[in-house]
């Protein structure tokens, strides 16, 4: 009997201690989780290796993470998800490129002749500092090579290499004059070149569209050398000229630049040297930003409350009325902005979002989220938020689903920055830039359903 109890103690003891060693294991887990996703919500690839190298030398005590000895990523993703969803303030985690291999980056220097001059002896050097800075900001291995040819502009060639022969671990990268142009130029009226230049989107720009997202960043350069225009003619220009850089990749490669944190000093292309503009084309909507309704701010006008069962976040409001004095309703909607490579003046002119409601509703003004939002109540709502889209509307008649949409337009600054005649060479245009990607950007619609949109918010209103 004495042995028996012995026995049942040392049993009790080792599962005791064994428990014990899984608790700790299970602890020493979610403070690694805290710390790497507890700022910024997202798990990148750098943070997925960490984890999986935790769990790893830990196996034995996350029995459930693993089948049949291989690790499963949907039971960890989905035990993140739950772990910070019962964390107060709750947080949705985003998952960006934990599956995928490290990028690599393939960099492209068109050698046209009329590429020459920004790299002159005789200019400020900012074109250099430009690209020295970019590839300096890469990760991982990167190559430069030329590409092209000296004498004329194949675009065909050297688009359907950026843009269908990009494989899905890589990011592509062309520093370009964008300036189209074919063989022979010598008396070719400009229609031609368009003509010819229609051709090639279409026999490039087809299928893969829907699945790879090309950024255009309009930069600005000295230039001091010789200036080919459309019809062979040569001057010589001594001033400022813009270029562009290009950037393709997979719309999950594109989206991941600026939220994985090893790619961002990569991705922020407003701080390179000359930088004027972006635009980022895409088929499918690349981002899922944080919003919520604020319940309590200045600019707030009507009463409402929000619908049951919504903590941190609030996207569903019932019992709504109108103003006793303005006799309107105003909401104000914080919405997060951030790590989307679109430029800020696009990100914040209403006129480029579209609303979806049975009652009118209207974008009164987008506003940067200021100290006077940050209250201690409002905190747990605010979130990421960045900016607070304040939305105006006289009444709601009936229950409604809104949607609003930032819709994915050409932006002005590419019509501004086209010229259908360069015989007289300026500083801010570039000959064709229009119909090129005017082009393009219909290659990408016909892969959308209607307008091509970069994100979309739904909330859902009561009467």
């Known amino acids: 009997m004495k042995r028996i109890s012995v026995l049942l103690v040392f049993a009790f003891v080792i599962g005791f201690a064994l428990t014990s060693c899984g608790n700790k294991a299970k602890k020493d887990f979610d403070k690694l989780l805290v710390e790497l996703a507890n700022q910024d919500e997202t798990?990148?690839?750098?943070?997925?290796?960490?984890?999986?190298?935790?769990?790893?030398?830990?196996?034995?005590?996350?029995?459930?993470?693993?089948?049949?000895?291989?690790?499963?990523?949907?039971?960890?993703e989905?035990?993140?998800?739950?772990?910070?969803?019962?964390?107060?303030?709750?947080?949705?985690?985003?998952?960006?490129?934990?599956?995928?291999?490290?990028?690599?980056?393939?960099?492209?220097?068109?050698?046209?002749?009329?590429?020459?001059?920004?790299?002159?002896?005789?200019?400020?050097g900012s074109f250099k500092a430009a690209v020295t800075a970019l590839r300096n900001n890469l990760p991982g291995s990167s190559s430069v090579e030329n590409i092209g040819e000296e004498g004329y502009t194949d675009f065909r060639s050297i688009f359907d290499n950026i843009l269908n022969k990009t494989?899905?671990?890589?990011?592509?990268?062309?520093?370009?004059?964008?300036?189209?142009?074919?063989?022979?130029?010598?008396?070719?009226?400009?229609?031609?070149?368009f003509?010819?230049?229609?051709?090639?989107?279409?026999?490039?720009?087809?299928?893969?569209?829907?699945?790879?997202a090309m950024l255009v960043v309009k930069m600005n350069a000295s230039y001091n050398g010789p200036y080919y225009a459309y019809d062979s003619s040569v001057q010589q220009y001594n001033g400022r000229r813009p270029y562009y850089i290009v950037i393709v990749g997979s719309n999950q490669n594109i989206a991941r630049l600026t939220q994985d944190k090893s790619l961002k000093a990569f991705a922020d292309f407003t701080h390179l040297k000359g930088y004027e503009n972006m635009y980022l084309y895409?088929?499918?909507?690349?981002?899922?930003?944080?919003?919520?309704?604020?319940?309590?701010?200045?600019?707030?006008?009507?009463?409402?409350?929000?619908?049951?069962?919504?903590?941190?976040?609030?996207?569903?409001?019932?019992?709504?009325?109108?103003?006793?004095?303005?006799?309107?309703?105003?909401?104000?909607l914080a919405v997060d902005l951030s790590g989307m490579l679109i430029d800020e003046s696009y990100l914040t002119d209403a006129n480029n979002y579209e609303i979806d409601s049975d009652d009118p509703i209207q974008i009164k003004q987008i506003r940067k989220v200021s100290a006077k939002d940050e209250t201690p109540a409002e905190k747990k709502y605010l979130g990421k938020a960045t900016h607070i889209f304040i939305l105006s509307l006289s009444k709601i008649s009936q229950n409604q689903e809104v949607t609003i949409k930032l819709l994915n337009r050409l932006p002005s600054w590419v019509e501004q920055s086209s010229s259908a005649n360069d015989l007289?060479?300026?500083?801010?245009?570039?000959?064709?830039?229009?119909?090129?990607?005017?082009?393009?950007?219909?290659?990408?619609?016909?892969?959308?359903?209607?307008?091509?949109?970069?994100?979309?918010?739904e909330l859902n209103l009561e009467r």
């Open 195 to 212: 003509n010819d230049m229609q051709g090639m989107i279409n026999s490039v720009f087809k299928e893969e569209v829907e699945n790879k």
């Open 424 to 457: 007289k060479v300026d500083a801010n245009t570039t000959f064709g830039l229009k119909p090129l990607l005017e082009g393009i950007y219909d290659s990408y619609k016909r892969m959308s359903d209607g307008t091509p949109d970069y994100f979309e918010l």
């Open 43 to 76: 798990i990148d690839h750098d943070d997925w290796v960490k984890i999986t190298d935790y769990l790893d030398s830990q196996k034995a005590h996350f029995k459930d993470f693993y089948e049949n000895g291989v690790l499963s990523e949907q039971a960890v």
């Open 282 to 332: 895409q088929a499918k909507h690349l981002y899922k930003p944080y919003y919520s309704f604020l319940l309590s701010n200045d600019d707030i006008r009507g009463r409402f409350q929000p619908t049951r069962g919504q903590e941190d976040r609030i996207t569903a409001i019932e019992d709504v009325e109108a103003d006793k004095n303005s006799g309107d309703v105003q909401l104000t």
């Open 78 to 124: 989905e035990y993140i998800q739950d772990f910070f969803a019962h964390r107060r303030p709750a947080k949705e985690i985003n998952f960006v490129g934990i599956s995928g291999k490290p990028l690599s980056f393939r960099i492209f220097l068109e050698r046209s002749g009329s590429m020459s001059p920004y790299d002159s002896p005789n200019g400020d």
């Open 167 to 193: 494989k899905d671990n890589q990011i592509s990268i062309l520093v370009t004059d964008m300036i189209y142009s074919v063989k022979d130029m010598q008396g070719v009226n400009p229609q031609k070149v």
